[in-house]
């Protein structure tokens, strides 16, 4: 199964569970993502499948790019990752994968770019103590004092913390636990915090260190895409009519049920 | 209306009742002490009203035993049982963090006149 999703990280808030306790949440915007493009060790050296991710306008996009879009029928994306899977005789260009990859309690690492903080001295950026405000310090407020032993290296030691830049690189936060799922609008709330700002590009996996759950990949063929947004108008409309007892429904309605009820919810 | 506000209305309470800034109030705040569960009224004066949808809270202190004690109530937790609201207060701050350096008489706050 895919194991790798982007999205776009859209705020924090919180939720209370059952009992009351405040859990933070960052709220993302997992996909839906096309597969542009399906790497196999014959043809590419490796397996790999190419994802697209958020739609921009076709007059941003150029020619190279149209083309390589056109193979796998998608409109234009703005962002365009590639991610290493196991068997990519499992997906075909075209593939829309949703939130719906993942589950309520999975474990994820989300790999993102952290805000940048620009050039910072090392107080702020490794939280050296500094000198005294007062009692005769001058000059060297914020400084981080000696770099190190005199004659004997003779050199400063490799990896000595000095200022420099800070934040703007790549950072991952591992083992976050899903808190929430939305397939229907493509969102899952996360607990804890996640790198950047908001509307930022975020590369979201299944935990590296917690075991990956086994099941089928959630994929839709670009056909049914068209026929579940036709089905979405419905459903709004349906909101109002009573919810049928569960046994009595099909597979299908369960389906139709199950975003009826996360509509009513949503409103 | 974006999808982070959308998700928080979706969290709401929709009968939070109104505590206005300087009114004594008695909050029923649901305790749960391993299995036991059991209601706490707090009793006090309301000096912070954050508002910020779900995340709203209502700070209220109370003078216990000459000790100011304060406690953030967040409105939207499932513990939170009611708010009565038992005397309107005539303030002319939003905050009342004057409250805290004042003691006795002149920490009294006096009673909005109903209309």
Redesign the interface.
């Known amino acids: 199964m895919s194991n790798t999703i982007l999205g776009k990280k859209?705020?924090m808030?919180?939720?209370?569970d059952?009992?009351?306790n405040?859990i933070p949440v960052t709220?993302i915007?997992a996909g839906p993502c096309t597969v542009l493009q399906v790497k196999s060790t014959e043809k590419d050296g490796y397996n790999a499948i190419q994802l697209g991710f958020d739609d921009k306008k076709e007059k941003r996009t150029n020619k190279p790019d149209k083309g390589h879009l056109a193979k796998s029928g998608s409109n234009p994306k703005r962002y365009i990752r590639e991610t290493r899977v196991t068997d990519p005789g499992l997906y075909e260009p075209g593939q829309v994968i949703t939130a719906g990859t993942f589950k309520t309690g999975d474990f994820i690492d989300v790999t993102g770019t952290s805000k940048g903080k620009g050039f910072a001295g090392v107080m702020k950026r490794h939280g050296f103590s500094g000198f005294k405000a007062t009692h005769g310090t001058h000059e060297s407020k914020r400084g981080g004092g000696s770099l190190g032993p005199s004659a004997d290296p003779a050199r400063v030691f490799k990896g000595k913390k000095m200022p420099g830049q800070m934040g703007n690189e790549t950072v991952t936060v591992q083992n976050l636990t899903v808190v929430d799922v939305r397939e229907a609008?493509n969102?899952i709330?996360v607990k804890g915090p996640v790198p950047g700002a908001k509307n930022g590009l975020l590369i979201i996996s299944f935990a590296k260190k917690k075991p990956i759950p086994d099941r089928p990949i959630q994929t839709e063929k670009p056909e049914a895409v068209e026929s579940q947004e036709q089905d979405d108008t419905p459903v709004t409309v349906a909101d109002t009519q009573p919810v049928e007892p569960v046994e009595e429904n099909t597979q299908v309605e369960d389906k139709a049920q199950e975003e009826t009820e996360e509509k009513s919810?949503?409103e | 209306m974006n999808v982070l506000e959308m998700y928080e209305k979706e969290h709401m309470k929709r009968d939070i009742p109104e505590t206005p800034i300087g009114a004594n109030v008695k909050v029923h705040y649901r305790i749960i002490e391993g299995e036991k569960e059991r209601i706490q009224i707090f009793e006090g004066v309301v000096i912070v009203r954050k508002r910020a949808a779900l995340r709203s809270t209502i700070t209220v202190r109370k003078v216990s035993s000459g000790i100011g004690i304060e406690r953030v109530f967040p409105l939207h937790s499932p513990r939170l049982e009611k708010i009565e609201v038992t005397r309107l207060g005539k303030v002319r701050k939003s905050k009342l963090y004057y409250l805290r350096a004042l003691k006795g008489r002149k920490a009294r706050i006096k009673e909005k006149d109903q209309f």
């Open positions: 859209l705020g808030t919180q939720i209370f059952q009992i009351g405040a709220l915007q609008q969102l709330a919810k949503s």
